[in-house]
């Protein structure tokens, strides 16, 4: 594999992987995503800080420059809360956590001889 | 290039969140099947010493002990590690080797013993019987701790996502009723783990089940119904064929939760139902997660 590549891979995983130590939740990936592209295909996207226009979401969104998709309900932060500015995809939200919670296994073991 | 940073995010997407509590939970269990464990010890050693004292032939119970000894070793490294499959495996390895030991007992039973022998080990069971429920007092104490701080933690982390969502714009009304649930839930726990019944304790672990199930579900109709009109106003390269899993994936999701709707009263049945609901609710979430990577595919 070209090293390029894989340095910028490692490069955009640690991005990744800080987004969700930062957010603390399984769904701030799109977070750390919105950095990556930021640094790139979203470089000088306005910003979208403000409330929600009552028409909708999309609608109240401005498209990213370079007729990118509207971002996800303006002014929208999963990171710390609206109000800083920063914008996020949507795409990052299509994550749901799939792990089951504990069942109580334990309590199912009986005592031998009892 | 873009495949590879794709790569990344779902792998990256596949950390799922661990809650804090999790791990005094596991212990107080582990104290729980202990308890039993050392049960299982002083009665086999109660029993032997019957046999010495009434020349009565004993089978040997030190394999059983052993693999039981294992089973529990196994489940504090899994605790340690906080790998709840690991510690799933060692429980059901501990309950199957108990049970193993206690159907060799009874067949051993029946193997050339006296009355007296019989007298024995009935009388040398009862203060046994008194001390593993004095043990198993304390790992419910430990274990009610436990869930109390398992579903706080619970509670906090889904506060925060609807939280996350709200401030996006989303309605999450669905997910807030779950929490409400969850409140009633909490009311609910002391009196499970001080019945020192293991069936109430377990009727609280099958409804934090279902509604963490719920609450994810609610969580993604409010993602969907979210982000339904901001791809249909954008021009996503896979608008139509996001707009169309978008549509039906909802409709799936809408209607598993109905069919799965919450019950604070645990009937016959309940834990099968919770195991068809999760078995449905994963090929959902499976569709739910793989809209991420098309979405970014039409970036």
Redesign the interface.
């Known amino acids: 594999m070209d090293t390029k590549?894989l340095i910028?891979?490692l490069l955009?995983?640690s991005l990744?992987?800080f987004?969700?130590a930062k957010g603390?939740?399984?769904?701030t990936?799109?977070g750390?995503?919105s950095g990556?592209?930021g640094a790139g295909?979203q470089a000088g996207a306005p910003s979208t800080s403000g409330e929600?226009g009552a028409e909708?979401?999309?609608?109240a969104?401005e498209?990213v420059a370079g007729?990118?998709?509207?971002q996800?309900?303006?002014g929208?932060?999963?990171q710390t809360?609206?109000g800083n500015g920063s914008e996020?995809d949507?795409?990052?939200?299509?994550?749901?956590?799939?792990?089951?919670?504990?069942?109580?296994?334990?309590?199912?073991?009986?005592?031998?001889?009892? | 290039?873009k495949g590879?940073?794709l790569a990344?995010?779902l792998?990256?997407?596949s950390?799922?969140?661990v809650?804090p509590g999790?791990a005094k939970?596991?212990q107080?269990?582990?104290e729980?099947?202990a308890?039993?464990?050392q049960?299982?010890h002083d009665?086999?050693a109660m029993?032997e010493n019957c046999g010495l004292v009434h020349d009565a032939p004993v089978m040997d119970s030190s394999e059983?002990l052993d693999d039981?000894d294992g089973a529990l070793a196994d489940?504090q490294e899994a605790i340690d590690e906080e790998n709840?499959v690991e510690?799933?495996a060692a429980?059901?390895t501990?309950?199957t080797e108990?049970?193993a030991?206690?159907l060799a007992?009874v067949g051993d039973t029946f193997r050339n013993k006296s009355v007296a022998f019989h007298t024995c080990v009935s009388e040398g069971?009862e203060p046994l019987?008194v001390e593993?429920e004095e043990c198993r007092a304390s790992a419910f104490e430990t274990g009610k701790e436990g869930a109390h701080e398992?579903l706080a933690a619970?509670m906090e982390?889904g506060r925060?996502?609807v939280?996350?969502l709200e401030?996006?714009?989303?309605d999450t009304a669905g997910m807030g009723g779950i929490l409400a649930y969850g409140d009633g839930l909490d009311a609910d726990i002391d009196t499970a783990f001080d019945s020192h019944d293991?069936a109430e304790?377990?009727k609280?672990?099958q409804k934090?089940?279902r509604l963490?199930l719920l609450f994810?579900l609610e969580?993604?109709i409010s993602?969907m119904d979210?982000?339904e009109?901001?791809?249909?106003?954008?021009?996503?390269g896979n608008k139509e064929e996001l707009l169309e899993k978008i549509a039906d994936l909802r409709g799936d999701t809408s209607e598993l939760a109905d069919e799965c709707a919450y019950s604070p009263e645990v009937g016959a049945g309940y834990a099968l139902k919770n195991g068809e609901c999760?078995s449905d609710a994963?090929a959902l979430?499976?569709r739910?997660?793989?809209?991420?990577s098309l979405?970014?595919a039409g970036?």
């Not at chain 1, 603390?24 to 769904?27: E, F, K, L, P, R």
């Not at chain 2, 739910?288 to 991420?292: I, K, T, V």
């Open positions: 590549i910028i891979g955009a995983f990744v992987l987004g969700c603390g939740t399984a769904s990936p799109g750390a995503t990556i592209q295909e929600v909708g979401n999309g609608g969104a498209p007729g990118e998709e509207p996800a309900g303006a929208a932060e999963t809360g609206a996020q949507i795409g990052g939200l299509f994550n749901i956590d799939t792990v089951q919670p504990e069942s109580g296994s334990g309590y199912e073991v009986p005592a031998a001889g009892e | 290039m590879l940073i990344m995010l792998l990256a997407a950390f799922a969140w809650n999790q939970l596991l107080a269990e582990y729980y099947v308890c039993n464990g049960f299982a009665f086999v029993r059983y039981i489940a709840g510690y799933g429980m059901w501990a309950k108990m049970l030991l206690t007992t069971t019987k593993l398992y619970e982390q925060a996502e939280a996350e401030a996006m714009g989303a293991t304790v377990t609280i672990y934090n089940n963490i994810r969580k993604m993602i979210f982000t009109p901001i791809i249909e106003a954008g021009n996503n999760w994963f979430m499976a739910f997660n793989s809209l991420q979405y970014w970036r």
